[in-house]
């Protein structure tokens, strides 16, 4: 099956700096790959949707200048956190999908930001 | 605007009975697919099942089926022969518009 990656599993941050999170496929390109969010206990939050080569199309209440997005090849797509506050602590997901695979995602093991 | 609504926070099971797990939607796309998902402690999102809302057949995978009510805009998951492994977080969600839409989740439980 499709394999996707992320790195770092665990991050720990202090409040103004900023982090990035690697989002892999493995074994397949990834025309698309989605950002999710998790609080505790809470349900899986769509951050953004990024199409290889353009630009991502964030959901609604999500700071694009804050979560920055790229996705510059089929198979990276990156989150950068900018100036990182505790509020910002949470369980981010990124998933992909490709060429034909249709509403098929497939998700990563996801990061935990800690911002102290 | 999608919308996916899991009635049950809380469910729990003997091991090796059968367990159903509710879950309605509403979207105004023609096209979409819905899916029940899986998160155990590990927080892996693991596919359960899916089904493409054009089949009026209710999806299979083993010990996992559905009862898809496309009318209604409902989309139970009953697993049967409820083993330990089982034990997890499930979310329903309804791909369409190019997104998908998460429910709150149920958390089951496996008694042994």
């Known amino acids: 099956g499709a394999v996707v990656s992320q790195h770092p599993s665990w991050v720990i941050c202090k409040s103004g700096t900023s982090v990035k999170i690697e989002c892999r496929s493995l074994?397949?390109?990834?025309?698309?790959m989605f950002w999710y969010r998790q609080f505790p206990k809470q349900s899986l939050m769509l951050m953004a949707t990024?199409?290889?080569?353009?630009?991502?199309?964030?959901e609604q209440g999500v700071e694009k200048d804050k979560f920055l997005i790229n996705h510059a090849s089929l198979t990276l797509s990156t989150l950068t956190v900018t100036s990182a506050h505790p509020e910002d602590s949470s369980f981010y997901i990124c998933?992909?999908?490709?060429?034909?695979?249709?509403?098929?995602?497939?998700f990563g093991p996801g990061t935990r930001l800690t911002v102290t | 605007a999608q919308t996916v609504t899991q009635s049950q926070p809380e469910m729990s099971v003997q091991e090796a009975e059968t367990v159903t797990l509710s879950c309605t939607y509403d979207?105004?796309?023609?096209?979409?697919?819905l899916f029940w998902y899986k998160q155990p402690p590990s927080r892996q999102m693991i596919l359960v099942i899916r089904?493409?809302?054009?089949?009026?057949q209710n999806a299979t995978e083993n010990r996992f089926s559905v009862n898809f009510q496309k009318a209604a805009k409902s989309f139970s998951l009953k697993i049967s022969d409820s083993q330990l492994g089982d034990a997890a977080m499930y979310f329903c969600?309804?791909?369409?518009?190019?997104?998908?839409?998460f429910g709150t989740g149920t958390r089951l439980t496996i008694i042994p």
């Open positions: 998933s992909a999908s490709g060429r034909g695979q249709g509403a098929e995602q497939y």
């Open positions: 074994d397949f390109q990834a025309t698309t």
């Open positions: 990024s199409n290889e080569g353009s630009k991502a199309t964030y």
């Open positions: 979207t105004s796309e023609s096209d979409y697919y």
């Open positions: 089904q493409e809302a054009y089949k009026q």
């Open positions: 969600a309804n791909f369409g518009n190019e997104k998908l839409t």
